[in-house]
């Protein structure tokens, strides 16, 4: 642990990063007998250079929250009963004894959640638990968040590929909202905007902060990738693309070339909404500019029903104009090489067989299933049943789509285990529920990988504070519970700094070297000659316009509008009972996902949720802002209240996920999902409104 005496106290001030989200600000923390006092941001860090969001400023109270789990417990006649992480530990170990001898290895499920992305611990133990005891079932938010990008890009170029905007002279923020979901970013971008220096379009149902600053594309819901190949059938037809870059590094154009020649901007206005004349400004003003940059969120078009057609496009739109490998367009960040920890497993997981393209890549296998398959199997019992799930990092209970068909599926189990520091709305349907140490409490290893700013920059991650009871490390529940299942020969780390050790071994970046640089060390530069240095590992060893994976499995080769599954347009007699597009999932500054709901300043902040709609479709209802509402699916319906403005595109209504008492995954749909990847349809989905009284 790396600790120096703070000058404006006796405390001790450790740097270290925040992973309350994806992004892994640094953090100055400052620590009084192993109690976090004072928290700021880490003024050398890459990525926030000393800012912080308002979790990130609140973590004192984070730190110190009185509602921490703080012992393992168990459920008895529907109250909960401390016991010892030992008599914890055996019971689970009892109980999944016998459903491994009575119903195979395959019937334990293990769910991770986000915490799968930003806490690489966690994500590397769960993975060797689950390939130790034999399940091939690990089931994650990798179903639902960014794992389809990779996908993509691997399919079009052999390999991933991110955005690297700081240089770009044009960038399309394309369903991406950064000032309420990477803070950081936000101004850097406006304050360029406003030198003059950036040219912004941002492409979003709603007219974010952003998108008064630059051109506003309010798109309808879910047809971004008719967007995208009506402006590329401006910049083919206008001769504005790369041509050497095409001729010399891709295949497929000519089928490109005759594939847009539908999406003129006149037909696809109707599409999308979005005015022609708009179309061709935005495409020639991308093709033109460079280096230009397509910047999209992390999940919006992953959520739209045609996720990864969409996110194919994009990679597309930025070979065709030459805006691959160079600064300010799309270029390697270099990650560093850690221990992998996975055991194979023989078994393909669940989903596997019915999204094959998810599950594997060019032959290679991701370690998870496609979990939006997992509850349907879990109520059939087809092929197989399953009998246990624990869950690590996440809160799926409220955060998967279709909550009351995910709720009856763990229902049904014999044994559901959670571990997390504290009591969600999955533990409460738990058996057993154990006391889960947060990042502020255990070591691990830093890394920025964001979206827009993908760096290759690792930090030493320190313990800042004691655990509060008896609140472990996640490794070292995987580890115990595996030595009591005999399988400790697969797990013969002891301590935190072995584990991390262990990680960092195949990278050449020792533990020392990060303790002597508390700030964090780089360990490479970005690569803008990737071309030259890796290629591109497709088999045509070129970018695939065409895509000879999709082909062969009968898909589009070319990205292709594909109306989502429920919309005025495919499901007119649904439309007339729900009028309205519905997009779930607005973030909001104060949380991540379904946590820090009890946190009194974030909640001081931001009290409730509240549903968007525009002033014509509440005039239309009678609605007035701040009124109770009821927001409708087909699949349920929630109370919220509802928040009137003129931000939001006339006929589409926003609603933000993560709450329990408005869920808006009581109205999602598991059904509508993405044919290649099986993403859930989260965005786009119809939906009614209806003044629900006080
Ligand atoms: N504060 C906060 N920040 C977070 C998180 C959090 O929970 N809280 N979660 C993190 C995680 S895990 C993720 S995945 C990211 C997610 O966030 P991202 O996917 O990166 O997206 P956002 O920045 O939230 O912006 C999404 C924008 O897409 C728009 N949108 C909705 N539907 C469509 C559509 O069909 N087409 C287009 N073009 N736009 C659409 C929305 O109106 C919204 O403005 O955020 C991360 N950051
Ligand atoms: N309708 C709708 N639903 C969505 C989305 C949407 O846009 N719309 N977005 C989806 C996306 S992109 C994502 S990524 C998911 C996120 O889904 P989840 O990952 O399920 O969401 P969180 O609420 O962030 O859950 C993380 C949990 O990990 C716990 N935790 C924190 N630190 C630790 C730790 O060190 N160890 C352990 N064991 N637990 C820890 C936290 O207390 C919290 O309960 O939500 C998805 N759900
Ligand atoms: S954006 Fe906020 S919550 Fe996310 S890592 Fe940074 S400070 Fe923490
Ligand atoms: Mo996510």
Redesign the pocket.
């Known amino acids: 642990m790396t600790k120096s005496k703070s000058s404006a106290s006796d405390c001790q001030l450790i740097k270290s990063d925040c992973i309350l989200c994806v992004s892994g600000c640094g953090i100055n923390a400052y620590v009084e007998d192993g109690k976090l006092v004072k928290v700021e941001g880490m003024p050398e860090h890459p990525l926030n250079k000393g800012f912080l969001c308002p979790r990130g400023e609140n973590l004192v109270e984070y730190a110190n929250a009185p509602d921490r789990v703080r012992h393992p417990m168990k459920k008895v006649d529907g109250e909960w009963q401390r016991i010892t992480w030992d008599e914890a530990l055996d019971t689970i170990a009892g109980k999944l004894k016998e459903i491994k001898e009575k119903h195979g290895a395959h019937a334990l499920a293990i769910f991770c959640?986000?915490?799968a992305v930003e806490?690489i611990e966690?994500a590397a133990f769960t993975q060797r638990f689950k390939g130790a005891f034999g399940t091939p079932n690990l089931i994650s938010?990798e179903s639902?968040?960014f794992r389809i990008r990779v996908v993509a890009h691997l399919l079009t170029f052999g390999r991933f590929i991110s955005e690297d905007p700081d240089q770009a002279k044009c960038i399309l923020l394309w369903g991406n909202n950064p000032d309420d979901s990477r803070f950081y970013w936000a101004d850097t971008i406006r304050e360029r905007v406003h030198r003059g220096e950036l040219k912004l379009v941002v492409i979003d149902p709603k007219r974010t902060q952003l998108a008064k600053d630059g051109i506003h594309l309010q798109i309808r819901p879910g047809t971004d990738t008719a967007l995208g190949l009506a402006m590329l059938n401006v910049i083919i037809s206008e001769g504005l693309y790369d041509k050497e870059y095409v001729e010399k590094c891709t295949v497929g154009f000519e089928e490109l070339k005759e594939h847009v020649k539908d999406y003129t901007p006149e037909a696809v206005e109707e599409i999308t909404w979005v005015p022609a004349g708009d179309i061709r400004k935005v495409a020639r003003m991308y093709a033109t500019a460079k280096p230009a940059c397509i910047v999209p969120g992390?999940?919006s078009l992953a959520?739209s029903g045609n996720a990864l057609q969409a996110e194919r496009l994009l990679c597309i739109m930025q070979a065709v104009t030459g805006n691959l490998d160079v600064a300010g367009g799309w270029a390697m960040t270099p990650l560093p090489r850690l221990s992998d920890l996975r055991v194979p497993v023989e078994e393909d997981p669940v989903g596997a067989e019915e999204f094959p393209m998810f599950y594997k890549t060019w032959g290679k296998a991701v370690p998870y299933g496609q979990a939006m398959t997992w509850p349907d199997q879990v109520l059939s019992g087809k092929p197989y049943p399953f009998k246990a799930l624990i869950v690590?990092?996440?809160?799926?209970a409220?955060?998967?789509?279709d909550s009351k068909k995910f709720r009856e599926a763990v229902s049904k189990l014999d044994l559901v285990v959670v571990?997390?520091?504290?009591m969600?709305e999955t533990a409460e349907m738990a058996d057993i529920v154990l006391p889960?140490?947060?990042?502020l409490e255990k070591m691990g290893l830093g890394m920025v990988y964001a979206i827009n700013a993908g760096l290759p920059y690792i930090l030493l991650r320190k313990q800042v504070c004691d655990p509060p009871g008896e609140a472990w490390a996640?490794w070292k529940f995987w580890t115990e519970l595996a030595r009591r299942l005999g399988l400790g020969k697969y797990f013969p780390w002891n301590t935190d700094e072995e584990v991390v050790s262990h990680l960092l071994e195949p990278s050449g970046i020792t533990l020392q070297q990060l303790k002597e640089n508390p700030c964090g060390v780089f360990f490479d530069k970005k690569n803008y000659a990737a071309r030259e240095s890796f290629g591109f590992r497709t088999p045509s060893k070129k970018v695939e316009i065409a895509s000879s994976a999709l082909k062969e499995a009968g898909h589009d080769a070319i990205p292709t509008h594909r109306e989502p599954g429920q919309s005025p347009v495919s499901t007119p007699d649904l439309a007339k009972k729900y009028p309205l597009i519905l997009i779930?999932?607005a973030r909001m500054r104060e949380f991540?996902?379904?946590?820090l709901r009890s946190m009194t300043q974030m909640r001081r902040r931001a009290p409730e949720p509240l549903a968007e709609i525009h002033a014509t479709t509440a005039r239309d209802h009678g609605i007035i802002d701040g009124e109770m509402i009821f927001v409708e699916t087909r699949k349920g319906r929630i109370r919220l209240k509802a928040r009137v403005t003129q931000d939001i595109a006339p006929k589409v209504v926003s609603i933000p996920?993560?709450w329990a008492q408005a869920n808006?995954?009581i109205l999602?749909d598991v059904q509508e999902r993405d044919p290649v990847s099986g993403y859930p349809m989260?965005k786009g989905l119809l939906c009614r409104i209806a003044k629900a009284g006080p």
């Open positions: 959640g986000s915490m806490n966690l938010v639902i968040c992390t999940c959520h690590t990092g996440g809160n799926p409220l955060t998967m789509p571990i997390n520091p504290f969600t889960a140490c947060t990042f996640d779930t999932g991540t996902h379904s946590q996920h993560g808006a995954n999602t989260l």
